[in-house]
């Protein structure tokens, strides 16, 4: 510091006494990539202690502390000087005279008050010294300065406005349903997720969550029960709800059905205290696919019995590019069992007692090189390929809570526990309406008896059927959605987990809701789902479900969209594209064809239903990863046509610049996405690997291929169906 405060004085050649100098360390653990400026603060008598000061402000960010001793690193040392000139002087104002008297008066509306009469005052009338109480408003030419109830406005010497806040009382909304203050805690909700993913966004360091966006944030009641999200992927919403649930249970004690745990995993009945946050991605635990980690911390308050407890829940799922398995990107087309798709955690306490666990979930992400072959024929499995990003992804995914925790706690302290969580039962109810409205609506529509059912079948590429018998009942203003006669769990990794399946019901659901309302739990209240053991839909717990995520789930919506006689079929797919080797490992979803529908044109070449993330720019793709993109464009009459045409799919080739494996997971390869009412059906997709030499390989729906340098892998995916029978036909 001496050196550079030195420097600075040559340099300026200024009185010491024109100059404020300020002192900074740019402060950050070994080991990690996030640093904070951490700036010297004047304390009387005491040395400033930068390394306590940096262990606040990384808690207060990140919601914890790195595990163990770790050596806090200095990036860089930096010194500020500021001139302070003495050429300019403030001008002072005249006094004020006697009573300050208004300029009139408005009616104007203040939350605590409602509509009241309210004195103004005009600025430029006003002496130092003059004291506005609140309700006030004190006008300028070009702005408005709103003095609220409680509030004091003192006018200084120079003519600046110090405005001093007084105590406010928590703001006078009842537990009585209102509607404006139910569009109030909708937003505020939802902004609660919002906030939450750009906080994700901004700390984490992957492709896949900062470029792609392939992450969720939500909020959870205390049953679990979600109560709002951000508009990010549907295929996680529906999930993740059953994965709070699934913790709240098991770490209560309150699980019907005992695991077997990792040795670092949390036991049943261990508890979930204040600070702790719980890292799962198993199936079986409401996991969607394994690279989808999900983290959730609960939301402490104390209730009016003066009992802390935990009175709300905030998650974030994000797809981590590589946990292990026996492929680059942990996306196996041919995986036969749950362990070859990488790390699997059930429930494991990834921050305690304020500490960030990274020495054993390492052990945990690393497990997959350890778990025994299925047979001699089956390929060996790896641990994580890109532990770095893992470790700081975890790291955001927590920083993210954090952020949803802070939110929320200002809200109940706005408002009360007890008005946020009676608006918390009046969103999730207003959505349950909407739905019932809904369903009533739709059965007179289509002339139904008073309890009649809408049926629907599709099949996946290999031929598993997916069957839905959907009975309305308009008395009860209920329906059931039976899935029986849906084919039995496969030999392959197209088995979707129940949570999947429920995803894409509360989708649809909202879908056909035309009001405004919040996702949310709500949605599926007045839903019986009937889903069979043993099926392609609720497998056993050791099935292989990677595709079952991308790729059963867009198959199961468009089933359920078509039993409403919605709209056609989109392209079913999400086009999973891995490539990496032992060093790297990337993944994207490629967009395709939307289906049309009794008023619409298909969408084309974008994100459908399930799946709702970015594409990776390719300027991003080109830099970080070995590949030239070589072409992607419109993938031009591949929609059905109609009176309303389906979306056209995409072409996208990407050549390869070192050995590398790569592997395709899509369907729509062999059959077509249908249309409705008449409308044609949408194109099949299509993989082809052209080698160096100009050959052309067609890869299937499903393959693992060594990519060398000069080949390149197109994949042309399918359009949307049309709608209604064309003009011209």
Known sequence: ??????????????????????????????????????????????????VEAFKNKYKREFGFLLSGERAILIDDIRVRAIFKSNTLKRLEIKANAGITTPSGYSITYFEQTGRIKTPFFMLSELGYGAKIEGPALILEKTFTIVVEPNCTALITKEGDIELLIGEQEKNKVGIELNSIQLSVFSHRFMSIAEQMGRTLQRTSISTNI??????????FGPDGGLVA?????????????????WQINHLNGLNTQIFQIDNVEAPIGSGWYEGEVVLSNHPVAGGSHLPDMTVITPVFATDSNGIRKPVFYVASRGHHADIGGISP??????SRHLSEEGACIKSFKLVKNGIFQEQDVTKLLQAPAFVEKLDQHSPPSSGTRNLADNISDLKAQVAANQKGIGLMTELINEYSLEVVQAYMHFVQKNAELAVRDMLVQLSINYNLKEIDSLQATDSMDDGSVIELKITIDRKSKCAIFDFTGTSPEVYGNLNAPKAV????????LRCLVKSEIPLNQGCLNPVTVILPEGTILSPSDSAAVVGGNVLTSQRVTDVILTAFRACACSQGCMNNLTFGDE???????????????PYWHGESAVHSHMTNTRITDAEILERRYPVLLKCFSVRENSGGNGLFNGGDGVVREIQFLKNLTVCILSERRALEPRGLNGGENGKKGLNILKRKDGRLINLGSKNTITGYPGDSIIIMSPGGGGYGYSKIN
Do not use: W
Not at 22 to 41: Q, V, W
Not at 210 to 219: G, M, N, V
Not at 583 to 597: D, K, L, P
């Open 229 to 245: 999200n951000a508009p990010h992927l549907p295929i996680h919403l529906g999930a993740m709800q059953e994965a709070v649930r």
């Open 210 to 219: 900062k470029e792609r966006l392939d992450f969720s944030c939500a909020l």
């Open 329 to 334: 990107g942990s996306m196996p087309p041919f």
């Open 1 to 50: 510091f001496n050196n550079l405060k030195s420097k600075i004085s040559e340099e300026l050649s200024i009185n010491s006494d024109k100059v404020e100098i300020e002192e900074y360390l740019n402060l950050r653990f070994e080991g990690t990539d996030t640093a904070m400026m951490i700036k010297k603060m004047k304390l009387n008598n005491e040395n400033f202690d930068f």
């Open 583 to 597: 060093s790297v490992g990337y993944y994207e979803t490629i967009a395709g064809g939307s289906g049309a529908g």
């Open 501 to 508: 399946t429920y995803s894409a019901i509360i989708y649809s």
